[in-house]
T-cell receptor, first 111, second 114 residues
Framework: DQQVKQNSPSLSVQEGRISILNCDYTNSMFDYFLWYKKYPAEGPTFLISISSIKDKNEDGRFTVFLNKSAKHLSLHIVPSQPGDSAVYFC??????????FGQGTELSVKP | DVKVTQSSRYLVKRTGEKVFLECVQDMDHENMFWYRQDPGLGLRLIYFSYDVKMKEKGDIPEGYSVSREKKERFSLILESASTNQTSMYLCASNSLTGERNEQFFGPGTRLTVL
């Protein structure tokens, strides 16, 4: 039972445009969400997070939106750059300290 | 900077071999985790540890065991490697007092079982 789902395995965007990566979850007890970025042959690195008491968190070009009623979060990257090409994982807090990850979305930003 | 290191980047083993994957973190983190990453399945938690000599099963512990004798070191053991354990293995750590639940990952070990 996949509690965190990223339904788009891949996304292709033109440089300078907006990238929107989506994530859905099923467990209403999740209260903290994170996005990780992963390059090939490297470990994931933390990108941005959001608490369930907020609906938006922004850090530079990256913004995460949370819609609790829809159990949906999204990551916006504006403007997208070729260096943003990577696999993006969303993750939900589960039993304090443990994370449940989605399947990942591979973003390709074309020059 | 937080550093999580893994003993090998690439490993090739034979079916039935005992395999040890080592992970070391230098930030005095209480929590350590082992995941495997497979295409289309994301990161799945194998085992985690909240303290020295303590371990708990994650979502897919079958075929694996772990050891945490020192706070900085967390080992994943494949008792008898099988081809379905071919995967990318990722170690992570975090602190109960740090940024809430942000986990720091090592570079990963790509294990191939023939």
């Amino acid at each position: 039972d996949q509690q965190v789902k990223q339904n788009s395995p891949s996304l292709s965007v033109q440089e300078g445009r907006i990238s929107i990566l989506n994530c859905d979850y099923t467990n209403s007890m999740f209260d903290y969400f994170l996005w990780y970025k992963k390059y090939p042959a490297e470990g994931p690195t933390f990108l941005i997070s959001i608490s369930s008491i907020k609906d938006k968190n922004e850090d530079g070009r990256f913004t995460v939106f949370l819609n609790k009623s829809a159990k949906h979060l999204s990551l916006h990257i504006v403007p997208s750059q070729p260096g943003d090409s990577a696999v993006y994982f969303c993750a939900a807090d589960y039993q304090g300290g443990k994370l449940i990850f989605g399947q990942g979305t591979e973003l390709s930003v074309k020059p | 900077d937080v550093k999580v290191t893994q003993s090998s980047r690439y490993l090739v083993k034979r079916t039935g071999e005992k395999v040890f994957l080592e992970c070391v973190q230098d930030m005095d983190h209480e929590n350590m985790f082992w995941y495997r990453q497979d295409p289309g399945l994301g990161l799945r938690l194998i085992y985690f540890s909240y303290d020295v000599k303590m371990k708990e099963k994650g979502d897919i512990p079958e075929g694996y065991s772990v050891s945490r004798e020192k706070k900085e070191r967390f080992s994943l053991i494949l008792e008898s490697a099988s081809t379905n354990q071919t995967s990318m293995y990722l170690c992570a750590s975090n602190s109960l007092t740090g940024e809430r639940n942000e986990q720091f990952f090592g570079p990963g070990t790509r294990l191939t079982v023939l």
